[in-house]
């Protein structure tokens, strides 16, 4: 379950266009029952996030 939940989620979102932050955020699923609390890294990019 906690995989699939993961893999649910887009590894990277990117606007086309734009001058923007990219933004590295690590996604967590529940954790599992023998303890292990699964997680990945996604990548953000756009343009709510201006550049600075």
Known sequence: MSSELLNSVPD???DP???FKY?????Y???T???NEPSKMI???NSRGPYH
């Open 12 to 14: 990277v979102e990117i």
């Open 17 to 19: 266009e734009g001058t």
């Open 23 to 27: 933004v590295l955020i690590r996604v």
């Open 29 to 31: 699923a529940p954790q």
């Open 33 to 35: 029952k023998d303890g």
């Open 43 to 45: 990548v953000r990019g």
